[in-house]
Structure formats: structure tokens, C-alpha cells
């Protein structure tokens, strides 16, 4: 049996590293390394022996810090990738380790969305102020896509004729280089999942109010900028929240404009298959955990629509 060759967590990540990066997207590999660089090591980094209290310690400290518990488990999952490779590679002892989580204080299940009449207040003022940006921002709405996948949209992957939106590609700054040299770039890559490639049907008035933009400029011309310069996502992030205060809305992530939009169709009783397609979901049930959630109303006619059956029934 081969001996074990001992070695701190450190240095069993930067070996990882090495061997993981020419395997996996270069965004995943950055969110990965931003992971580890920034909290495993700086708690686990010159130990050799891993053991289930340290990880427990280590999820009730980032808690208590405020992390979300699903930013959490991100980092458990990539600190299990990094403890596989190194007892796989004989460096590190691996105990079996299952932490507990604290039962939240307020539900996570509900999600952020704008009310109907916000988001007719912020669509009224889309259209009647229609630059590029705000075009992204109403195509967000109507479309459900991704800041980083708007970020990357051309003019060219608009079919006005089809009256679809093709999405292939999408924007992030990831950090590349190692701990010594660390620096960032813009990087254009498909999109999260193979699902994520989708085509989306864009309903007659935003193809009215596209049309003549599209008829000005160059398919190569990306719609945030109407230009061939990339609009990055935390600068349109930004333009967004200015937007939304400007305009006396409530507080929203962007990612909210995404809620919105499977939210209202849901509510327009979209089936979850067709919901799933457009949202670029890998499977339906990331779909319905996230928005097939019922409101009070749709309980009370379920209930009444029963009732209604049995009684019915009995005469």
C-alpha cells in the first residue's frame, strides 16, 4: 500500500487546483478559487487532520458572520472536492463528516419578485425611455434571462421575423492567475448548463418596440451598449439599482427581474415544463423548489373547486 504522503490542506489545494482548472469552465474554476483563497484556508489552510468538529465550527462561524446558509454549503462543497483529491492522493487523512445547520429564523422558500403594479410602474417607464440599457432591462422582464446572458446578448440573436431570442453566450469577470498573482479578465463563455442554450419566444409588443433598433444598427453591436463594447454585469447591476431608487421602487437584486418573470408566469398558469425551457433549467425540479409555490387564493379554489365536486357529486 502506498505510504501517506502527509501534507497541510494548503498545499493539497494548490495541487488540486492545478489538476481541477484544466478540467472545468474557467468561470467555475474562478468561483471555486475565490471560494477557497478567501475562507478555507484562512481556517483550514496549515492543518493536516480535518475533522468533523473543525467543519462544524467552521459553518456555525460563517453563520454567525451572516453568510446565507447556501453560500455555506458552496464552500462545503468545494472544501469536499479539495479533501477527496488529497485523500485520494494519499496527502490527507479523510474522516466522514456530516454538519447540521440551525433551523432558519424566516422562511427562504418565499422569493423576491416585484408586485404586479411595480412592475407595471417600471415597465410603463422601460418603454416610454427606451435606451439601451433600458431595453436590456425590459428584455430581463419579458424573457427571464440572466444578467450575465443579457450582458452577452446581440443584436444578431434577435429574430424579429421569428419573434425570438436566441441565448448562446454569457458574461463574467473571473479571476484567474494564482495567490501570488492574482488579477481578473471579462470573459465571454456559454452559458451556466447546456439547457441554459435556449431559444425564447418574445411576445408582438416588445417585437414592436425592438423593431426599430434593429433596424439601425449591426447584429454584431451587443444591446446594452449598441456598440461593440461589452456592458459588464456589475455595471449594469448598478445602473439597475440607481434606476430602481430613481424611480422610488422597492429594493430588488436583478436577479429579482428573473423571479419576476417565472413569478407572473406561473400566476398566467404556464406549465413547469414549458417554464423550465424558457428559464434554462437543467431539470423541473430546480423550477418548481424555486416558483411553483401556491398562493392563498389558488389554495382557496383548489378547496372550493373540491368541495364544489363532492357536493355535486352527492346530488
Known amino acids: 500500500m502506498k505510504k501517506m504522503k502527509e501534507k497541510s490542506f494548503e498545499e493539497i489545494y494548490r495541487m488540486w487546483y492545478e489538476d481541477k482548472r484544466c478540467l472545468v469552465k474557467q468561470s467555475s474554476m474562478s468561483t471555486y478559487s475565490v471560494i477557497a483563497e478567501s475562507y478555507l484556508i484562512k481556517t483550514f489552510g496549515q492543518l493536516t487532520d480535518i475533522t468533523e ?3 462544524q465550527s467552521f459553518v456555525l462561524e460563517k453563520l454567525s458572520a451572516g453568510f ?3 453560500s455555506v454549503r458552496d464552500m462545503l462543497m468545494v472544501l469536499r472536492m479539495i479533501l477527496r483529491y488529497g485523500g485520494k492522493n494519499r496527502m490527507i487523512q479523510v474522516h466522514p463528516w456530516e454538519v447540521h445547520f440551525p433551523h432558519p429564523t424566516k422562511s427562504n422558500s418565499a422569493v423576491e419578485v416585484l408586485s404586479l403594479q411595480d412592475q407595471q410602474r417600471l415597465t410603463d417607464y422601460l418603454k416610454g425611455h427606451l435606451t439601451p440599457r433600458n ?10 434571462m440572466r444578467i450575465g446572458e443579457i450582458c452577452a446578448l446581440r443584436w444578431g440573436d434577435i429574430s424579429l421575423s421569428q419573434r425570438i431570442v436566441r441565448v448562446s453566450r454569457t458574461v463574467s469577470r473571473v479571476y484567474l492567475g494564482n495567490h501570488r498573482h492574482p488579477h481578473s479578465s471579462v470573459v465571454i463563455s456559454s452559458p451556466k448548463t447546456v439547457h441554459s442554450i435556449r431559444e425564447i419566444p418574445l411576445a408582438r409588443n416588445i417585437v414592436d418596440l425592438l423593431a426599430p433598433f434593429a433596424r439601425q444598427t449591426l447584429p454584431t453591436y451587443y444591446i446594452l451598449s449598441n456598440s461593440e463594447k461589452i456592458v459588464e454585469p456589475y455595471l449594469y447591476r448598478s445602473y439597475y439599482q440607481t434606476l430602481m431608487r430613481r424611480l422610488e421602487l422597492p429594493y430588488l437584486k436583478f436577479h429579482g427581474l428573473r423571479h419576476t418573470f417565472a413569478t407572473r408566469c406561473v400566476e398566467s ?9 424558457l428559464l434554462g433549467h437543467a431539470n423541473i425540479s430546480t423550477t418548481m423548489n424555486l416558483y411553483v409555490h401556491p398562493t392563498i387564493e389558488q389554495k382557496r379554489t383548489c378547496i372550493e373547486r373540491m368541495m364544489q365536486s363532492v357536493y355535486n357529486e352527492e346530488k
Open 269 to 277: 398558469q404556464c406549465d413547469v415544463k414549458t417554464l423550465s425551457t
Open 53 to 55: 468538529n473543525h467543519i
Open 135 to 144: 431595453i436590456g432591462l425590459l428584455l430581463c422582464l419579458s424573457t427571464g
Open 68 to 70: 446565507s446558509q447556501k
